[in-house]
Each structure stands twice: as structure tokens, then as C-alpha cells.
């Protein structure tokens, strides 16, 4: 994980950073700590130096710290949480493959990839506009280790899995634990694969036309020399979500049959790329154009020609942003860029959904990989450091910490499996209309809640390690800035939670029964049917008559078993109270009108994605062979407020007046003067 050599730190210096158990220089550990045998040794080598140093303290010239480096190994086998859940749900012969290349994945990521990662960190693309003669080039240079990614992604078949459907539905999972895998170590080449797998996502939803076949195949190709990345294209000038009202690019058409498109691109992560999906307006005969999302068509564009050249493109800049450095992110002008047209004229927003639910996706898998790899550090951190007379991990305090963490972090692994399964389902065909809506649901889900987990997550973990946390040459901010991006790209927190409530509505109350019925077991399901029959159920608004109807129809697949397990018994009572109170919600603010499920949008959001971890982290608790620690961890779970949109329910937060009185928090009194405006005299 952590870097040999910072090109611009230590030049001078005989060690490198945290490398000093490399040259025999050992930690001091206070007399009469708390020791293994195999640490008495360490604990004396140390003692050992501090008496015979080789030069008197106060006159060396260069200190280095007296901390151990931790190590990692191979990230699948040292993941039993992953091995586990294969173990769970993939056939026995898929499984036997699945694992024997991911343990040789997982040595190949420790011993090539992750060196190449830091290379890419130290080498951040430059922008060269001109050549030495004047002449405009605008070109995006990028380091070899970061087109070596390009070719390691290819060969490894992250974005080629998911497509050849070996494994059939079980073929999306297993790329996603690939990608999972990688992403920490992937020198933030997980972003362009990200936007790769969405292209590909759509070219295939529209039937892989014949004008499209290349791409796709490039896409979706092993070869290193075929292999094409794809960008994604949306936000221009006004920035932001609202591709309805911010896009201004327009499409020409040609004699051809094809499109030019003149327009300024804002940020096109990714600007390195082969192709793009872009959105723009179409020009009609009489030069007009229609506004709005009905107006969006979805365009595809080669960035480059055979030559090299670029596309009627010019980069204006590379974006100097907080994370992600290792990506070049540009704001691009297309003058005239040849473009074909995917999508129905008008269609681009409904086009262009499927690539963002994959990205989306791909979302979650870094916020849970970045997570992932930071406990893992601190659980290693902990076992070498030693403060106040003994190691970290000795603390119960800060032992106690962690354990908060795995659980977040096991919560969110969770989520994204059951994302991906569902996922697999769909694209082959055997996904019932319940997995359907069930999927539509949970990717907003997902995707805003555990980019809002990781960036607490990783800076928790990053406090472990106290001042060494903040130091550059450790490589711990380089992960922190990295995560800090995932509750912003793709839709920030309180777009995707409209989202989630436009997803409901669309379904007419469908897709939150679905939800319910996903989550309760049957012994509750039958008692809520035995309630409505001898009317002793509430009046209700139809999505939560769909919801008790949805429940008393059959048995789900969450609760079922842990119903039955003694040890489970609170989180299962615990879930079905939180469910309880999610169905009173809906039926409450139901009658409220909208401004109250706006403002309740975030905290019923949380509240589904607190409620299904809870349900997918008992369910993973209950099956045969589960460990200690997966009770725990559910029981954990469950114990913590599962349904928060309840509470601020009863608290009024959703009133009417909760609008006024957000507003004079943010913006000041309306009765008061603002700063920069005239005061009223006072009286003589």
C-alpha cells in the first residue's frame, strides 16, 4: 500500500519512509510492555540501539521516526468476508475457477499493480497545447505505468467479464470482486473503466447496432492492443446534475447522415480516452433547438482519427482538482467534432440511464474498496504500534473504533453484492419484475449512502494512526483524497435522494412493497395479514396498502431463517420495528404533500439503506457455518437507528415551517438587516 520512494521527500535521507525495520533500525518500546515471544526479541534490539547508538543522539544530522511501515498481503485471501460470500451464493464449480484467479489476481495486484499505482500518483498527466514549433497540438501526456493500467485492465478482463457471461448471471459479480479488488490499487485507472463498462452498457442495451460493433468490441476486448476506454460527457458551463437546463452543446447534421457538434464540455473525466457519449440538442432545419430533457439526444465520438489527430476537439486546460490527480480531467471546446447519433432524436436522458446506473455502481465498489483498505491498514498499524505501554490493538477504546468501521464497511460490502447479483439477474434474463424494481431502487441507494460512509470511514482510519495519518509520504491522504469525490461524482447526496423518491412514484408504491416484502420474514408478513383482516391495521396511503399487501403475499428471502436463530433474535425485532416505522412514515407524510417528502428525502434514503444492510447483514449471519463475528456485526447493525426519517418525523423537521426556519439558520433573519445593507438610524 505504501510507497517506496516520493520522488520529491526524503532525497537525502538513508532510509525511506516507514521503511526502517527495512535497514535494521528498530522502535523503541517503553520497559515493561505488554509482549509477544516473537516481540521480547524486537522489544530488546530496540532497547539494544538506544544504548549503543552509533553516533551521539544531539549530533546526528537526519531523524527518521521510530514506527513500523504495516504491510498487507494478497487482499482476497486476507478477505473472509469476500471468500465468504462466494462461498455462500456461487455454484461450487464456479467457484472453484472464481478463486483460483483471484488468489493470482491478488498476488498480481500486491507485487506489479501496486507499484505501477504509485507511479501514477507521482506522475499526473500534463497538458502540452503547443509543440516546440509553434504549431497547436493539445496534447495530454500520461505516464507509462498509466497506459500499462490500460493494458493490465484488458488482459485481466475487468470491463470483458461482465459481457462474455462465462459464469452467466454470476458474471457481473465476479467482475465487480475484480474491480473491487483493483480499485485501491488501480492509480485511479478505476474512474475511465468505470465510464468504459457504462458505454459498453449502453451500446449493448441498444442491440449492439452495426455501427456501433467496433466500439463495443474494442470496448469489451482482452486484446491490450484493441482495448478502447470511453469518457462521459455531460457536464458543461453551468455544471452540474441538470443536463436539462445546463447542456448548450448543439448537433448539426450532415449530408452524410452524421452530426457535428459544436459546444464547450466543462469536465470530461478521463479526457485521455478513445470515445466519448455525449449529450447535445439537435439543430432543426429552421436552426432551432428544443430545450429541456426532451431535447437531449445521446451522441457517440471517436476522440482521435486513424492518424491521431484529434476529433475537432481542443483542450482548453486539465483541471487542477483535490483527488483523482492521477486522471486527466479536462474542460474540452468541440469545434465541429464528427459524432454519430445513438439514441431516438430527443431520447439521450433515457439513453443515457443505463451507463449511469453502471457508474453508479462502480461508485459503490470504490467507496467499499477505499474503506476496505484503509481498515486493513489500521487493523495492521495496530498490531505494530505501540503507545502508553502497550500495542493498539491492547486499547479497547481504540479496538472499539475499528470494530465500528468493519461493521460500516461489511454493511456497504454487502449492499454492493446484493447490487451486482441482482444486476446479473437482469442482464440475463432472469430477473423477475420484483428484482427489476428492486435493482432500480437500491443502485441510488447504495451509491449515496456509501459515498457518504467512506469518506467517514477512511478519515476514522486515517485518525488511527494519529500524526502519521496526515503525512504526505505515507500515501494515507492520497486514499482520503481519492474518497472525498465518491459523494459528489455521479449524482451528490441529495440529488440522488430526489432520485430515490422519483423512483417510487414512477412505480406507483410498487417498488417500496418490493422493498418490504425483500426484508420482512414470513412470521411477521402473516401477522401484518392477520392485523389488516381483522382490521386492526391503519387507513393508509396506496403505497403502503401496496407495501402490507406485497408482505402477507409470501415468504421473503432476508429474515426468513434468522427468525428462527436464538442469536439473531434482536436484530430481527429490531428490523422489523424499523420496517414498521418506515410504513408509518409513508403513510404520514403520504397525506403532507410534497415539500415534506423533499425535505425527508436524504433521511428516508438513509433509512432504506440502513434497514436492507441490516437485513442483508443477519441474513449473511443466519446461513450454515457463519462465524461470531458475523453476528456481532449484525447485531450491531440492527442496534443503531435503522429508520432516521422516523425520528425527524416525530420531531417535526418536514413541517412547513421547518422551510422558514432552515432558511433563517442558513441565511439570517428576514427581519434583520444582511451585511452590506444600510441600518436603520436610531432616535435621537
Given at each position: 500500500?505504501?510507497?517506496?520512494?516520493?520522488?520529491?521527500?526524503?532525497?537525502?535521507?538513508?532510509?525511506?519512509?516507514?521503511?526502517?525495520?527495512?535497514?535494521?533500525?528498530?522502535?523503541?518500546a517503553?520497559?515493561?510492555?505488554?509482549?509477544?515471544?516473537?516481540?521480547?526479541?524486537?522489544?530488546?534490539?530496540?532497547?539494544?540501539?538506544?544504548?549503543?547508538p552509533?553516533?551521539?543522539?544531539e549530533?546526528?544530522?537526519?531523524?527518521?521516526?521510530?514506527?513500523?511501515?504495516?504491510?498487507?498481503g494478497?487482499?482476497?485471501?486476507?478477505?473472509?468476508?469476500?471468500?465468504?460470500?462466494?462461498?455462500?451464493?456461487?455454484?461450487?464449480q464456479?467457484?472453484?475457477?472464481?478463486?483460483q484467479?483471484?488468489?493470482?489476481f491478488?498476488?498480481?495486484?500486491l507485487t506489479?499493480?501496486?507499484?505501477?499505482?504509485?507511479e501514477?500518483?507521482?506522475?499526473?498527466?500534463?497538458?502540452?497545447?503547443?509543440d516546440?514549433w509553434?504549431?497547436?497540438?493539445?496534447?495530454i501526456?500520461?505516464?507509462?505505468?498509466?497506459?500499462r493500467?490500460?493494458?493490465?485492465a484488458?488482459?485481466?478482463g475487468?470491463?470483458?467479464?461482465a459481457?462474455?457471461?462465462?459464469?452467466?448471471?454470476?458474471?457481473?459479480?465476479?467482475?465487480?470482486?475484480k474491480?473491487?479488488?483493483?480499485?485501491?490499487s488501480?492509480?485511479?485507472?478505476?474512474?475511465p473503466?468505470?465510464?468504459?463498462?457504462?458505454a459498453?452498457?449502453?451500446?449493448?442495451?441498444?442491440g449492439?447496432?452495426?455501427?456501433?460493433?467496433?466500439?463495443f468490441?474494442?470496448?469489451?476486448?482482452?486484446?491490450?492492443k484493441?482495448?478502447?476506454?470511453?469518457g462521459?460527457?455531460?457536464?458543461e458551463r453551468?455544471?452540474?446534475?441538470?443536463?436539462a437546463?445546463?447542456?448548450?452543446?448543439?448537433?448539426?447534421?450532415q449530408?452524410?447522415?452524421?452530426?457535428?457538434?459544436?459546444?464547450?464540455?466543462?469536465?470530461?473525466?478521463?479526457?485521455?480516452?478513445?470515445m466519448?457519449?455525449?449529450?447535445?440538442?439537435?439543430?432543426?432545419?429552421?436552426?432551432c433547438?428544443?430545450?429541456?430533457?426532451?431535447?437531449l439526444?445521446l451522441?457517440?465520438?471517436?476522440?482521435?482519427?486513424?492518424?491521431?489527430?484529434?476529433?475537432?476537439?481542443?483542450?482548453?486546460?486539465?483541471?487542477?482538482?483535490?483527488?483523482?490527480?492521477?486522471?486527466?480531467?479536462?474542460?474540452?471546446?468541440?469545434?465541429g467534432a464528427?459524432?454519430?447519433l445513438?439514441?431516438?432524436?430527443g431520447?439521450?436522458?433515457?439513453?443515457?440511464?443505463?451507463?449511469?446506473?453502471?457508474?453508479?455502481i462502480?461508485?459503490?465498489?470504490?467507496?467499499?474498496a477505499?474503506?476496505?483498505?484503509?481498515?486493513?491498514?489500521?487493523?495492521?498499524y495496530?498490531?505494530?504500534?505501540?503507545?502508553f505501554?502497550k500495542?493498539?490493538?491492547?486499547?479497547?477504546?481504540?479496538?472499539?473504533?475499528?470494530?465500528?468501521?468493519?461493521?460500516?464497511?461489511?454493511g456497504?460490502?454487502?449492499l454492493?453484492?446484493?447490487i451486482?447479483?441482482?444486476?446479473?439477474?437482469v442482464?440475463?434474463?432472469?430477473?423477475s419484475?420484483?428484482d427489476?424494481?428492486?435493482?432500480?431502487?437500491?443502485?441510488?441507494?447504495a451509491k449515496?449512502?456509501?459515498?457518504?460512509?467512506?469518506?467517514?470511514?477512511v478519515?476514522?482510519?486515517?485518525?488511527s494512526?494519529?500524526?502519521?495519518?496526515?503525512?504526505e509520504?505515507t500515501?494515507?491522504p492520497?486514499?482520503?483524497?481519492?474518497?472525498?469525490?465518491?459523494?459528489i461524482?455521479?449524482?451528490?447526496?441529495?440529488?440522488l435522494?430526489?432520485?430515490?423518491?422519483?423512483?417510487?412514484?414512477?412505480?406507483?408504491?410498487?417498488?417500496?412493497?418490493?422493498?418490504?416484502?425483500?426484508v420482512q420474514?414470513?412470521?411477521?408478513?402473516?401477522?401484518?395479514?392477520r392485523?389488516?383482516?381483522?382490521?386492526?391495521?391503519?387507513?393508509?396511503?396506496?403505497?403502503?396498502?401496496?407495501?402490507?399487501?406485497?408482505?402477507?403475499?409470501?415468504?421473503?428471502?432476508?429474515?426468513?431463517?434468522?427468525?428462527s436463530?436464538?442469536?439473531?433474535?434482536?436484530?430481527?425485532?429490531?428490523?422489523?420495528?424499523a420496517?414498521g416505522?418506515?410504513?408509518?412514515?409513508?403513510?404520514?407524510?403520504?397525506?403532507?404533500?410534497?415539500?415534506?417528502?423533499?425535505?425527508?428525502?436524504?433521511?428516508?434514503?438513509?433509512?432504506?439503506?440502513?434497514?436492507?444492510?441490516?437485513?442483508?447483514?443477519?441474513?449473511?449471519?443466519?446461513?450454515?457455518?457463519a462465524?461470531?463475528?458475523?453476528?456481532?456485526?449484525a447485531?450491531?447493525?440492527?442496534s443503531?437507528?435503522l429508520?432516521?426519517?422516523?425520528?425527524?418525523?416525530r420531531?417535526?423537521?418536514?413541517?412547513?415551517?421547518?422551510?422558514?426556519?432552515?432558511?433563517?439558520?442558513?441565511?439570517?433573519?428576514?427581519?434583520?438587516?444582511?451585511?452590506g445593507?444600510?441600518?436603520p438610524?436610531?432616535?435621537?
Amino acid at each position: 500500500m505504501f510507497p517506496r520512494r516520493l520522488p520529491w521527500r526524503g532525497r537525502g535521507a538513508t532510509c525511506e519512509p516507514w521503511q526502517l525495520r527495512r535497514c535494521g533500525e528498530r522502535c523503541q518500546a517503553p520497559r515493561g510492555v505488554n509482549t509477544t515471544a516473537g516481540q521480547e526479541q524486537q522489544v530488546g534490539m530496540r532497547e539494544k540501539l538506544l544504548e549503543e547508538p552509533r553516533t551521539p543522539l544531539e549530533r546526528r544530522e537526519t531523524e527518521t521516526l521510530f514506527q513500523e511501515q504495516p504491510e498487507i498481503g494478497n487482499q482476497y485471501l486476507e478477505d473472509a468476508l469476500l471468500r465468504n460470500y462466494l462461498k455462500a451464493h456461487l455454484p461450487p464449480q464456479v467457484l472453484q475457477e472464481v478463486n483460483q484467479d483471484l488468489e493470482r489476481f491478488g498476488n498480481r495486484l500486491l507485487t506489479k499493480i501496486q507499484p505501477l499505482a504509485w507511479e501514477c500518483e507521482w506522475n499526473p498527466p500534463v497538458f502540452r497545447p503547443y509543440d516546440a514549433w509553434g504549431q497547436r497540438v493539445d496534447r495530454i501526456i500520461t505516464c507509462s505505468a498509466w497506459r500499462r493500467m490500460k493494458e493490465i485492465a484488458a488482459e485481466e478482463g475487468l470491463i470483458a467479464e461482465a459481457y462474455e457471461r462465462r459464469y452467466s448471471n454470476w458474471s457481473r459479480m465476479y467482475q465487480a470482486v475484480k474491480l473491487y479488488l483493483f480499485s485501491s490499487s488501480s492509480g485511479g485507472f478505476n474512474c475511465p473503466l468505470a465510464m468504459t463498462d457504462g458505454a459498453a452498457k449502453v451500446i449493448e442495451s441498444l442491440g449492439v447496432p452495426g455501427s456501433l460493433k467496433n466500439a463495443f468490441d474494442h470496448l469489451t476486448s482482452r486484446d491490450p492492443k484493441k482495448f478502447w476506454t470511453s469518457g462521459q460527457w455531460m457536464t458543461e458551463r453551468r455544471g452540474g446534475s441538470d443536463v436539462a437546463n445546463g447542456t448548450e452543446t448543439v448537433a448539426r447534421k450532415q449530408a452524410d447522415g452524421t452530426y457535428r457538434l459544436y459546444g464547450f464540455k466543462w469536465f470530461t473525466s478521463a479526457a485521455d480516452s478513445d470515445m466519448a457519449l455525449t449529450l447535445a440538442r439537435v439543430v432543426d432545419a429552421e436552426g432551432c433547438v428544443k430545450q429541456g430533457s426532451s431535447g437531449l439526444s445521446l451522441f457517440f465520438l471517436k476522440v482521435r482519427d486513424e492518424e491521431g489527430k484529434l476529433n475537432n476537439i481542443q483542450v482548453q486546460r486539465l483541471k487542477d482538482k483535490l483527488g483523482t490527480r492521477q486522471m486527466a480531467t479536462g474542460e474540452l471546446w468541440l469545434n465541429g467534432a464528427e459524432a454519430q447519433l445513438i439514441s431516438a432524436e430527443g431520447r439521450g436522458v433515457a439513453s443515457i440511464s443505463n451507463m449511469l446506473n453502471i457508474t453508479r455502481i462502480h461508485n459503490v465498489i470504490a467507496a467499499v474498496a477505499s474503506m476496505r483498505r484503509m481498515i486493513n491498514l489500521s487493523r495492521e498499524y495496530a498490531r505494530r504500534r505501540v503507545a502508553f505501554g502497550k500495542l493498539l490493538k491492547d486499547h479497547p477504546l481504540h479496538v472499539q473504533t475499528m470494530a465500528r468501521m468493519e461493521v460500516q464497511t461489511r454493511g456497504a460490502f454487502l449492499l454492493l453484492m446484493e447490487i451486482v447479483r441482482l444486476l446479473g439477474l437482469v442482464e440475463t434474463n432472469m430477473a423477475s419484475e420484483e428484482d427489476q424494481l428492486l435493482l432500480r431502487l437500491l443502485v441510488p441507494v447504495a451509491k449515496l449512502y456509501t459515498g457518504k460512509q467512506a469518506s467517514a470511514v477512511v478519515i476514522e482510519a486515517m485518525e488511527s494512526f494519529g500524526g502519521q495519518g496526515y503525512m504526505e509520504d505515507t500515501g494515507l491522504p492520497v486514499v482520503i483524497r481519492d474518497t472525498l469525490v465518491l459523494s459528489i461524482w455521479e449524482g451528490t447526496t441529495n440529488v440522488l435522494s430526489l432520485d430515490v423518491l422519483r423512483s417510487l412514484t414512477k412505480s406507483q408504491g410498487q417498488a417500496l412493497a418490493v422493498f418490504c416484502s425483500a426484508v420482512q420474514s414470513a412470521e411477521w408478513q402473516e401477522n401484518t395479514r392477520r392485523e389488516e383482516q381483522a382490521g386492526e391495521s391503519l387507513e393508509s396511503s396506496p403505497a403502503l396498502r401496496g407495501a402490507q399487501a406485497e408482505a402477507a403475499r409470501g415468504p421473503s428471502k432476508k429474515l426468513e431463517l434468522a427468525a428462527s436463530t436464538a442469536e439473531l433474535g434482536p436484530a430481527v425485532k429490531q428490523m422489523h420495528d424499523a420496517i414498521g416505522r418506515l410504513v408509518q412514515f409513508v403513510q404520514g407524510a403520504g397525506s403532507k404533500g410534497t415539500v415534506t417528502m423533499e425535505l425527508a428525502a436524504r433521511d428516508f434514503s438513509y433509512s432504506l439503506a440502513r434497514i436492507y444492510a441490516g437485513a442483508l447483514l443477519t441474513e449473511h449471519a443466519a446461513r450454515p457455518g457463519a462465524a461470531s463475528t458475523d453476528i456481532s456485526a449484525a447485531g450491531r447493525w440492527c442496534s443503531g437507528e435503522l429508520c432516521p426519517v422516523a425520528a425527524e418525523l416525530r420531531s417535526g423537521s418536514y413541517e412547513d415551517g421547518a422551510v422558514l426556519a432552515d432558511s433563517a439558520l442558513v441565511f439570517g433573519d428576514p427581519d434583520l438587516p444582511h451585511a452590506g445593507e444600510d441600518t436603520p438610524s436610531s432616535p435621537a
